[in-house]
């Protein structure tokens, strides 16, 4: 399963955009990007994925590098409710499965 | 209804003690997912059930034994468990299709039952 590499932890101000990076060098032509997030005290919540174009939903927006080895989270206006450990995951749609990987922190100031 | 369901939502048990988690979906999904979450660490996957037949057992010991008994529905029978095994163990589904292969992946979790075993 190829694995991605987050920073452990963000910080943001309330109302600006953030952007979370992740690499994944080693992913193959059938893997699917996806980001989750888990708030406190919840399980995770699907906030977006992709291939190889860039992506908008109502949640976030996903802009993925042209060779496919990095992509980032764009949350527009962050509030305190974003505050989560956000994941980055690599889903080969052969098996479905969520490998996560150690996620990264967002804390959000007032 | 986009809800998955878990319970119960917090569960204590001895280490010679018997019991189940429960999972329940009416979305119409028919993969769903077992998961295992140990403090401050990321969630790892247990189980997948696909079409109710167990597909993905990721190398889990036997004292922990999934069942599917109907489409809707998932079991996570516990028994001689050890103190290392508390944790928050998740639920997930997602939808099976031949023909959106990536809608496969995007799956809904349930809220987790916390255990702790004495």
């Known amino acids: 399963d190829a694995k991605t590499t987050q920073p452990n932890s963000m910080e943001s101000n309330e109302e600006e955009p953030v952007h979370l990076p992740c690499n994944h060098s080693?992913?193959?032509?059938?893997?699917?990007i996806h980001w989750y997030r888990q708030l406190p005290s919840q399980g995770p919540e699907y906030v977006i994925h992709?291939?190889?174009s860039n992506v908008n939903n109502r949640m976030a927006s996903l802009a993925i590098a042209e060779d496919r080895k990095s992509s980032t989270l764009i949350l527009h206006r962050a509030t305190l409710r974003d505050a989560a450990v956000y994941y980055c995951?690599?889903?080969?749609?052969?098996?479905?499965?969520?490998?996560f990987g150690q996620g990264t922190t967002l804390q959000v100031k007032p | 209804d986009t809800e998955v369901t878990q319970t119960p939502k917090h569960l204590v048990m001895g280490m010679t003690n018997k019991k189940s988690l429960k999972c329940e979906q009416h979305?119409?999904?028919?993969?769903m997912y077992w998961y295992k979450q140990k403090a401050k660490k990321p969630p790892e996957l247990m189980f997948v059930?696909?079409?109710?037949?167990?597909?993905i057992n990721e190398s889990v010991p036997s004292r922990f034994s999934p069942e599917c008994p109907n489409s809707s529905l998932l079991n996570l029978h516990l028994h001689a468990l050890q103190p290392e095994d508390s944790a928050l163990y998740l639920c997930?589904?997602?939808?099976?299709?031949?023909?959106?292969?990536?809608?496969?992946?995007?799956?809904?979790f349930g809220p987790g039952t916390r255990l702790t075993v004495t």
């Open positions: 997930a589904s997602s939808q099976v299709t031949l023909f959106k292969r990536e809608e496969k992946v995007k799956q809904y």
């Open positions: 080693t992913i193959s032509g059938t893997d699917y």
């Open positions: 992709g291939l190889t």
């Open positions: 995951i690599l889903v080969s749609s052969n098996t479905g499965k969520l490998i």
């Open positions: 979305m119409g999904h028919r993969a």
């Open positions: 059930y696909s079409y109710e037949k167990l597909s």
